[in-house]
């Protein structure tokens, strides 16, 4: 049971998380034919273990190697090109997204096998999700311990730079709200996604994005409309149909849980104002009617004189 379920995951996840959508021009300008950097370098991408990958002669080559490696399954091989990629060009914001992508979907099968260990007999119970972090949130400096994690904050760093350079890049905009997604960073997320947006509207792929962080946020009217919009410009999009679904359910959750107020009747002169509910009166409760005691007077006959 453990191996049909990891490999079934193991796929699934695969085609759902590793649809890029575009990448920035200006990503993989800088630095790309530069050599590996020594090891004081400030690239900080996690070693890997020796693979049989060549060393790759420059950034691009070695990303390239890295979406066929993924495309193929090959996850732990496409996570060394992806490191070669990032160790040539630290500013590669696509390659540092991939290789957080790839850490990822490692992470989660080896939490799903050790769950397995623990309790063979039993499905998994996938862990909690962390929750979304506001603003609020971003006084307490957060931690990151896993690969994937550090992979998406380098990226969040080198589309960050692209964007000083080109704030109309709408591609940067989009991933690097990705990015921040894959970081549980809901409203920043939610702020790139939006400028993706309106750089190019005609995108469906962006609003179906930008759709789901705002279900994320439980926005479901701005979500509704995102999406609606996504699946006029791609009436094949099956998954912004699915997101537009749960947008729906949420909305009418929040919908259902208010109540109206009733609305304020005021008597016109002439008009007698129709009671509210709270005015109506109870049928079952009998009226308080107070009967004040009437005083029965005798009543006086005349008296019949006598006929002479």
Known sequence: M?????????VSLATLQFACGGSSDNTNLANTDTEAPAANSNSTAPAAQSTPLPVFPDAETAYAEGDKLFDVNKTELAIEAYRQAVEKNPDYA?????????????EKVNEIESLNEENPEETPTPTPSRKSRSKNDKKEKVVRTKDSEKAFEKAVAAYKKILAKNKEDDAAHYNMGRSLNKLDEDEDAAKALKEAVKLKPEEPLYKTEYGAILIKLAQYDEAVRALKKALELDPENSEAAELLEKAEAGKKRINFGVTPKPPTQESK????????????????????IQIKPVEIKPVKTPEKKPTQ
Do not use: C, H, M, N
Not at 2 to 10: C, E, N, T
Not at 276 to 286: A, G, H, M, R, V
């Open 2 to 10: 453990r191996k049909i379920y990891v490999a079934s995951f193991f």
């Open 94 to 106: 696509d390659a540092w997204f991939k290789l957080g992508v790839s850490y990822a979907l490692i």
């Open 269 to 288: 002169p002439g008009k007698t104002a129709k009671p509210t509910p709270e005015q109506s009166p109870d049928p079952s409760e009998k009226p308080d």
